[in-house]
């Protein structure tokens, strides 16, 4: 934003300076003229006085002309002060009509200067004055009347134009200084207007900003009150931004931005504003609603024209909306407490799918209560390593035996509880903990894994679950080649449960850390296989060891055969790849003698044992050795 000087105090000082400079040439030359027409008509000794004073005045022009106005100013006036008193001297005294100029060199010291200047020339003036008087009565000086003539009309004359003149200026000087300050008023006043303007509104889409939409609303409530009607604040968040911004650049934007917001203003009724909240983020205040149906049909139409096609740049950009909202006086009546359940109401709306509108619920708050909870407690708890790692057994369907460990993440509770990942891995994503959390679960599981096989179980090996925030920042390879030196476990020992979603990732940073820790001897397990894209292509580009069934295929088995097909399909889908298929949530034995039917190779659920601490899935697997067996 253009910075704008609204007190431009070195400009008007070179100007004053200038103009100065102006008068004091000016006079010079007026008064010089003045006495040079009263030169030709004087005799004696007023004639010297008057070529003494017409060469001062010369000399004070000369120095102005060479920007010595200061000193040109106190010598013009103090010659034309000494000029006076000369001439009233040898006249008639303080009868003179010289002393009629006095008035003018007055003047003439507040146009030339400033209060030293004028205190200066008043105080010789006065002086001369005093002086005079004194020397007249004491008979130092005679006074001389003299007898009129056509040139004493003249000297009066050439007083008065001089004296004119001067005051002529003065005024004119007055006038342009009162229209320049009105300038310099106006100029103000629309800078402040100006300002005014900025800080209530939005520089980008010159929309009212959250400053001037909280008085917006107290504005609007006030008059749904006295009508006995309601006020709505529809919070509404657009969908997929980020990529216009990523994709065309922040100008194309911006350029978007207003091209949204200036269609939705077009299309709002009289009691319907639209204020930008920030970012892609914008709040419509709706007043005088009736019924619910209202908020609804205002609502549809909102998320029809933020899914309206705008070119922007030779492009054509198309993106949703999500809004949430809240009523006054029902959910409150401060704008602030509306905005943020609101809001609350709009990131609900995006849960459920985006491109839709959801009322806040009390519960909402229950859930982001419980949520900011969780999360302030989370932190300290991983960094004081207060989580555990459990383990479930995989069971190979052909021995019977454990031939695999699963390690899982649990989050107990001073009171005996238990928190499970479900409700705190998204809150760890969210918050950047999921880097330093998942690679202690690594290093714990490998180090387990290493003990067990020191222990006889050679052939044992564990599965760790990856989340698609473990590879944002590009360190997952590292951090799981660090694993496996410091626990020394095999990296053949080591698998790593994949969701379909992480390899459908599009930006190939994914892939190329996978391939990277495939280097290091790492095998890989498709996890929840048939709940997400289920692309086939990703499992014959993508070399996995294992496909996991999920437990939602597998809990109807042996009871219900609508998922028969289904599976057999997963199944041998896998054998062709050349994968192990393991069959998740066996949870009875019906369940197991069809799977096993069905050729799957491993088990794994509560059929054999749920997730356990270290301790009771290491007497687990002691019980299957061969010692304890014979």
């Known amino acids: ?122 105080s010789l003036v006065l002086l001369q004055c005093i002086g005079l008087t004194w020397l007249i009565m004491h008979g130092v000086v005679a006074p001389h009347p003299p007898v009129l003539s056509w040139s004493h009309l003249l000297f009066v004359i050439v007083i008065f134009v001089v004296t004119g003149f001067s005051v002529f200026v003065l005024v004119q000087d007055i006038r342009r200084l009162m229209a320049s300050l009105h300038r310099e008023y106006t100029k103000v006043e629309q800078n402040r207007a100006h300002i005014q303007h900025l800080a209530h509104h939005d520089p980008l889409t010159n929309l009212p900003n959250r400053v001037m939409g909280e008085r917006l609303f107290n504005e609007k409530l006030r008059e749904s009150e006295e009508s006995g009607l309601q006020l709505a604040v529809l919070f509404i968040d657009l969908d997929n931004f980020k990529p216009v911004n990523d994709a065309l650049g922040h100008a194309a934007g911006d350029r978007f931005l207003q091209k949204i917001s200036q269609t939705i203003t077009d299309n709002l009724s009289a009691n319907e504003c639209l204020i930008r909240f920030g970012g892609d983020e914008f709040i419509v205040l709706a007043a005088q609603i009736k019924t619910r149906s209202q908020i609804e049909n205002l609502c549809q139409n909102l998320i029809q024209w933020c899914s309206s096609e705008f070119e922007v740049l030779q492009t054509k950009i198309v993106v949703s909306g999500s809004i949430g909202v809240a009523q006054a006086p029902y959910d409150g009546v401060k704008f602030k407490q509306l905005c943020r359940k609101a809001d609350i109401a709009m990131y609900e709306a995006k849960r459920n799918g985006r491109n839709r509108f959801e009322f806040y619920d009390v519960r909402f708050d229950e859930e982001s209560d419980e949520k900011f909870s969780l999360i302030q407690r989370l932190r300290p708890a991983v960094q004081a390593n207060a989580l555990a790692v459990y383990y479930q057994p995989l069971i190979d369907l052909k021995t019977g035996n454990i031939c695999a460990l699963e390690a899982l993440l649990r989050w107990p509770q001073e009171d005996g509880s238990m928190i499970f990942p479900d409700r ?33 179980n050679s052939e044992l090996s564990i599965a760790v679950n990856l989340s698609f925030a473990q590879f944002k920042d590009g360190n997952l390879p590292q951090i799981v080649k660090g694993a496996l030196e410091t626990s020394q476990l095999a990296p053949e020992h080591l698998e790593l449960e994949l969701t379909e979603s992480i390899l459908a990732d599009d930006n190939g940073n994914v892939i190329q850390q996978l391939e990277q820790i495939k280097s290091l001897g790492v095998t890989f397990a498709i996890d929840d296989f048939g709940t997400g894209y289920s692309n086939l292509n990703y499992l014959r580009t993508f070399s996995a060891q294992k496909l996991k069934i999920d437990r939602i295929f597998i809990n109807t088995l042996g009871f219900d055969e609508k998922d028969v097909p289904l599976v057999t399909a997963i199944i041998s889908i896998a054998e062709s790849l050349g994968m192990a298929t393991v069959a998740e949530g066996i949870e009875n034995e019906a369940a197991l003698k069809k799977i096993t039917e069905m050729g799957c190779d491993i088990g794994q659920g509560y059929y054999w044992s749920k997730p356990v601490p270290a301790e009771q899935i290491e007497r687990l697997i002691e019980a299957q050795s061969p010692t304890n067996q014979r």
């Not at 006079?27 to 003494?52: E, Y």
């Not at 060479?66 to 000029?83: D, E, G, I, P, W």
């Open 1 to 122: 934003m253009q910075v704008i000087n609204l007190f431009p105090s070195t400009v008007n000082i070179t100007d004053l300076l200038s103009i100065r400079r102006q008068r004091v040439i000016q006079i010079s030359v007026v008064t010089g003229c003045g006495l040079f027409a009263s030169l030709l008509a004087a005799r004696g000794i007023t004639f010297d006085i008057f070529l003494v004073g017409i060469l001062s005045l010369l000399l004070s022009a000369v120095l102005a002309y060479k920007r010595y106005v200061a000193t040109s100013s106190y010598l013009l006036l103090s010659a034309m002060s000494s000029m006076l008193f000369a001439l009233s001297a040898t006249g008639a005294g303080v009868f003179d009509i010289a002393m009629l100029g006095y008035p003018g060199v007055i003047i003439f010291a507040a146009l030339l200067g400033g209060v030293a200047l004028f205190g200066t020339v008043l």
């Open 424 to 456: 705190f891995i998204p809150l760890a994503e969210s918050s950047g903990l999921i880097d330093t959390l998942g690679a202690w679960v690594l290093n714990q599981a490998c180090m387990f894994c290493a003990k067990q096989q020191q222990n006889g």
